[in-house]
């Protein structure tokens, strides 16, 4: 094999082991010829006295190792002393050049500061939202989400669907061998908590009892409930509220235990409470969570359909494997169990595939669409601001350097060595990185605090943003930064032309030009011009969004949202109450048009069993629905929606008449392509 003698000097490994071994060799061989020589003069013969000799001297190998052993140490003892002299002496040099051009330096730490700093606060943002198992989960890589993949033959399309039927969960809770535990959850962003005036909101988790065991989070206090208390004849509905609720709500967590809580139309004794920082297994926070037999009447109805159909889905699942069951088996085995299930039941997908998904961070599809992509697309805007600032320290480092050019050639003329002055001048561009990452710090803690309000503020944070994760990346980003920054400067400076540079210095020439410089300037040009270009093509995107035609009018449209479900109103109380309001708010004063409508648009959807009458069967959408709104006549007037055929909804059209609806432009093209719609007949709910 072909030696290095180059790497070796550069790392240091030449000249130490084999001039150490030399030196003894030497040293024990004139000790053993002088006592060879002193036994002679004593009478003995010479094989005599060199068998004699080597007895007193005993086993030489030994003796050699160990005072090489010795050697080595105390040579390698005095390099770190003086490699921690010269280090000592580089720093202090540098900063004697700092404190003559405070200037500069204070403008080189604020720069990397602020481009370290900025990727640290999207490192903290990005490891929470993608990186980071949910908090308290025990084994999270064993915990798994449950999601069906469906087909529809009659539009050769297929979707994922990660909502799932309380009979689905029932199914691989009962029947799917690979399961160590199976949980099913579902949570309602808003429930009314209290009455009167005093009443407000929370978000609130229906979770079966296997929720808290198969994640492995223990109560902070109390304890979680049981499966006795999830049943439709529990005595008591009990509830679990967070660490966070906790505080805020109820006076602390130990004042929480056994607080009566009015949740949607029941009274909740708490029973337990959740560690800090514990959401489950989905990023916005949870105020409380419930047992689904208690409280699915107030959010999904009173009828108790949901316990009975596939059609229904609406809760999530997740699963726990067993121990050495890969994801592969338990997917197969749960698509197994699934088709099993809905063999003989119409309607339902008989070819679904079911996918056990890895429970790596939070749940990348309630991020993706809105958070996700903007905390990515704010990550690489700061990477390329790193990139930028990288270019534009090196450049500046260049410039100081080219202004040192005679004082570099009057110090190599001398006869500094070049590592020694390369290692100098990496010395000064760390510590100006050094000082940096003390800013990126600050910049760390208080933007990460800003960002958290901004990007996510439904999210309860445990920690600080300035967390060791967090600190450990800034930290290992500023060392690469002050290297990558200051290597190609130092290297340049430590190779300039002797002669013309201290001529140069002395007539008082300009530095020369660099290629060095020049690439850096095209590069810092190149990368400002991709930002600007991002920058430009961000604004048209949300200008395009801002005015984007959504089929209504939104301007000068209010809406009012009425929880009724604690004042324990019958049906026609409710409804006699809604057309006093409608009457009321129709009469107010610039009020032009107003109607009553069950949902609101891009706020809430409802969707119900839809069949086409004219065929054998239905093609079903990719996205779920068709979503349906039962709203008055005025509806259309109110929104300003536009209609392109047919007629709107008049005031004839109440119950008892012919049922009618309408439709939007999508749905007409989906179920009636290339035909008219107009007086064709679907089958809603039942």
């Known amino acids: 094999m072909k030696r290095l003698p180059g790497a070796r000097r550069l790392f240091g490994l030449a000249g130490r082991r084999a001039p150490v071994e030399q030196e003894i060799d030497a040293e024990l061989e004139f000790h053993f010829r002088t006592e060879v020589e002193t036994l002679i003069a004593g009478g003995r013969s010479p094989g005599e006295a060199e068998a004699e000799a080597r007895r007193r001297f005993g086993d030489l190998r030994r003796t050699k190792a160990e005072l090489a052993r010795i050697d080595l140490g105390q040579r390698a003892k005095e390099r770190r002393v003086i490699r921690l002299e010269d280090l000592r002496q580089d720093a202090a040099y540098a900063l004697r050049g700092f404190r003559r051009q405070p200037g500069f330096a204070l403008a080189v730490v604020l720069t990397l500061g602020v481009g370290i700093g900025a990727n640290a606060v999207m490192f903290g943002l990005l490891d929470r939202l993608l990186l980071r198992p949910p908090a308290h989960v025990n084994d999270a890589g064993s915990v798994m989400r449950f999601q069906l993949t469906e087909s529809d033959a009659g539009i050769s399309a297929s979707w994922t669907n990660e909502s799932m039927a309380w009979q689905t969960y029932l199914d691989q809770r009962d029947h799917a061998g690979y399961f160590a535990s199976v949980a099913a959850y579902f949570t309602q962003p808003e429930m009314a908590v209290g009455r009167g005036e005093g009443a407000s909101k929370a978000r609130v988790t229906l979770a079966t009892p296997s929720y808290f065991g198969l994640l492995g989070v ?30 805020r709500a109820l006076g602390g967590a130990e004042e929480a235990l056994r607080t009566r809580l009015f949740l949607g139309s029941r009274i909740y004794t708490v029973i337990g409470v959740t560690p800090k920082g514990f959401n489950g297994v989905d990023l916005d926070a949870v105020d409380a969570w419930i047992p689904f037999h208690a409280g699915a009447p107030d959010i999904v109805g009173r009828s108790g359909e949901w316990r009975e159909t596939y059609n229904w889905q609406w809760l999530k699942v997740l699963a726990r494997l067993k121990p050495s069951i890969t994801r592969e088996r338990a997917s197969d085995e749960a698509t197994r169990v699934q088709r099993a299930a809905v063999e003989r039941i119409p309607d339902v997908d008989h070819r679904a595939t079911a996918e056990l998904v890895p429970l790596r961070g ?25 990139l930028i600032v990288c270019a534009n320290v090196a450049n500046l480092l260049l410039a100081r350097a080219a202004s040192r050019r005679r004082e570099i050639a009057v110090r190599l003329a001398l006869g500094v060595g070049r590592g020694r002055l390369v290692r100098q001048l990496l010395a000064e561009s760390l510590l100006l990185a050094l ?61 300039p032309a002797l002669t013309s540079a201290l001529k140069q210095g002395a007539a008082g020439g300009g530095a020369p030009r660099s290629r060095l410089r020049g690439g850096l300037l095209a590069v810092q040009a190149g990368l400002s011009l991709l930002l600007l270009v991002g920058a430009g093509l961000f604004v048209r995107s949300l200008w395009r969004v801002v005015h984007t035609d959504i089929g209504y009018e939104p301007s000068r449209l209010l809406v009012a949202d009425v929880d009724l479900s604690l004042v324990g109103m019958e049906r026609e109380q409710r409804w006699s109450y809604y057309e006093r309001a409608f009457e009321r708010l129709r009469a107010l004063p610039g009020v032009s048009s107003a109607s009553l409508a069950t949902n609101s648009p891009f706020w809430t959807i409802n ?22 709104n039962a709203v008055m006549p005025e509806f259309f007037a109110t929104l300003g929606m536009r209609l392109i055929k047919g007629r709107l909804l008049a005031e004839a059209d109440r119950l ?15 179920f009636w392509p290339g ?8 089958r809603v709910g039942a």
């Not at 990348?364 to 990477?383: D, G, N, P, Q, T």
């Not at 760390?444 to 990346?473: E, F, H, K, M, Y």
């Not at 009618?660 to 989906?670: D, L």
């Not at 008219?676 to 679907?682: H, N």
Request: charged share 20%; hydrophobic share 45%; aromatic share 8%.
């Open 362 to 386: 939070f749940d990348r599809k309630a991020v993706s669409h809105a958070r996700e992509r903007v905390a990515i697309w704010l990550a690489s805007v700061a990477f390329v601001v790193l």
């Open 656 to 670: 008892g008449s012919a049922p009618v609806m309408v439709i939007n432009e999508r749905m007409a093209e989906f």
């Open 607 to 628: 969707s119900t069993r839809f069949r086409l009458t004219d065929r054998d069967s239905t093609p079903r959408l990719p996205n779920g629905g068709p979503y349906y």
């Open 218 to 247: 223990q109560p902070a206090r109390g304890r979680f409930y049981r499966d006795a208390e999830d049943r439709p004849e529990a005595p008591e509905a009990v509830a679990v509220v967070s660490w966070h609720y906790a505080e």
């Open 675 to 682: 035909a008219d719609p107009l007086g064709k007949c679907a």
């Open 435 to 495: 000082g940096g990452g003390v800013v990126a710090l600050a910049i760390a803690q208080w933007g990460g605090s800003i960002l958290r309000a901004t990007v996510l503020p439904t999210v309860t944070w445990a920690d600080s943003p300035l967390d060791w994760r967090v600190a450990g990346i800034t930290t290992l980003a500023t060392l690469v930064t002050g290297l990558l920054t200051g290597l190609a400067p130092a290297l340049q400076a430590s190779r």
